[in-house]
């Protein structure tokens, strides 16, 4: 077995933290005793809790997104593939206890001035707005403008559904949201 490297083990350490007690309850040191590394070894890879942390949604979006993509592979049909987003989400959120979003999470527990992770968040959504429109667009049922409206829709759903299935510690604001995207692709 292959051992991950100083940086990797800091990424992995600060994501379980950032996702499970929040970005402002976790400390570097505690990042830092947690990940087994030296000081100098952590910002020898980090200049600051914020590089860690982007770096930290960057890994996140790359692993979200492919488990979406793995989640809606064998669904051949476009509007079912955007429909699956929910199903996905059902899955993702049940197992980790409703924790909810990581994006959403790290944005309502942000300090002033944290602006690289305020930008990579807006990246991830930006792209899973993109992949909705995308999907929509291969099934030749929708122009350009009406996927990007559509999308833009789909988005709020999938973002509502996300934070009350939070709040709420249950699973029936994402299939309310699944019923609602499927009556906005009829």
């Keep these: ?30 990042i830092i005793d947690e990940a087994g590394v030296a000081k100098a070894s952590m910002y020898k890879h980090f200049r600051s809790k914020e590089d860690i942390a ?22 051949k049909d476009a509007k079912n593939r955007v429909v699956g987003v929910f199903d996905y989400l059902m899955k993702w959120l049940t197992e980790v206890n409703f924790r909810g ?20 968040a807006r990246f991830h959504k930006t792209e899973l707005r993109y992949w909705v429109q995308k999907q929509l667009m291969l099934g030749n049922k929708y122009k ?5 409206d559509i ?4 988005m709020v759903l999938i973002e509502g559904a996300i934070i009350l299935s939070q709040i709420q510690k249950d699973s029936f604001p994402i299939l309310a949201a699944k019923k609602v995207c499927e009556r906005i692709l009829i």
Excluded at 8 to 21: G, K, M
Excluded at 54 to 75: C, G, P, T
Aim: charge should be negative; aromatic fraction near 8%.
């Design 101 to 120: 979003c990581g994006w959403q999470n790290i944005i309502t527990d942000l300090p002033v001035n944290q602006n690289k992770i305020i930008d990579q």
């Design 54 to 75: 982007v770096a930290y949604l960057v890994s996140r979006h790359v692993m979200w997104m492919q488990n979406l993509d793995e989640s809606v592979s064998n669904i």
């Design 144 to 148: 350009n403008k009406d996927a990007q």
């Design 1 to 30: 077995m292959k051992k991950i490297g100083v940086r990797e083990r800091i990424i992995e350490t600060a994501s379980d933290l950032f996702y499970n007690q929040g970005y402002n309850q976790t400390g570097i040191n505690q």
């Design 151 to 154: 999308s833009v829709e789909v």
